[in-house]
């Protein structure tokens, strides 16, 4: 069964810190890794897709990597802004079907 | 193109009422999954649907909870005699491509979830 684990679960920072948020998962039979950001009260935003033949996607100051045989994803945040305080949330979907499986979620604050 | 849309946002539930939250997928979207975020949880999958079938329910629970994805109208996730412990955040999600055929670029468009209390 895949089990997805997120460090930390919550991150306190000051604004223009570069930070790296982490997600480890049980099953390296991967499909395609997710990175989402979730506001409070909110729904979901796709940040971030990695598919499982690749090692990492960048978009704006977002780089995410992949580390398929080490079970392992990172999300790097260049010059973080108030504005990406949020929960970030990675998601596996595995070969044989097509549930995502969660991690917990980071909990980043930015202080400005 | 309007995203996937759920109702309602909020709803407010006594204990042993019924639950009928409803997702509408993108358009040109034939796949529905739900997911459920328990208080200080993380998400976790209920079931995946195309239309007029059930192809996943692997993490529904075994009573009271059952989901429908009729060939016209949006998917329903029903709650019978529901208990406190139902209470959560319940997020709907399409896809335009499914298991047969699937495209290792596809993504799951998420809903902004309908937040379910029980009293």
């Known amino acids: 069964k895949q089990e997805v684990t997120q460090i930390p679960a919550a991150l306190s920072v000051p604004e223009g810190e570069n930070l790296v948020l982490n997600c480890s998962f049980t099953d390296s039979a991967i499909y395609n890794l997710q990175w989402f950001r979730q506001d409070p009260g909110k729904g979901l935003t796709s940040l971030l897709l990695?598919?499982?033949?690749?090692r990492e996607q960048t978009s704006g100051r977002l780089n995410a990597s992949l580390d398929k045989s080490s079970g392992r994803s990172t999300l790097y945040i260049a010059a973080s802004q108030p504005g990406d305080s949020a929960t970030y949330l990675c998601?596996?979907?595995?070969?044989?079907?097509?549930?995502?499986?969660f991690g917990g979620g980071t909990r980043l604050m930015v202080k400005p | 193109n309007a995203g996937v849309m759920q109702n309602p946002r909020h709803l407010v539930r006594r204990r042993g009422q019924e639950a009928r939250l409803r997702c509408s997928p993108m358009?040109?979207?034939?796949?529905v999954y739900w997911y459920r975020q328990l208080p200080e949880e993380g998400l976790k999958f209920m079931v995946y649907l195309q239309k007029e079938n059930i192809i996943d329910e692997s993490g529904m629970p075994k009573e009271r909870f059952s989901a429908e994805f009729p060939k016209e109208g949006p998917s329903i996730l029903r709650i019978q005699q529901v208990v406190r412990g139902d209470s959560a955040a319940y997020f709907c999600?399409?896809?335009?491509?499914?298991?047969?055929?699937?495209?290792?670029?596809?993504?799951?468009?998420f809903g902004p979830g309908t937040r379910l209390t029980v009293l």
């Open positions: 998601a596996v979907r595995a070969n044989a079907g097509n549930m995502l499986t």
């Open positions: 358009k040109g979207h034939s796949h």
């Open positions: 990695i598919q499982s033949s690749q």
């Open positions: 999600a399409s896809s335009p491509i499914g298991l047969a055929g699937v495209s290792v670029t596809d993504t799951q468009y």
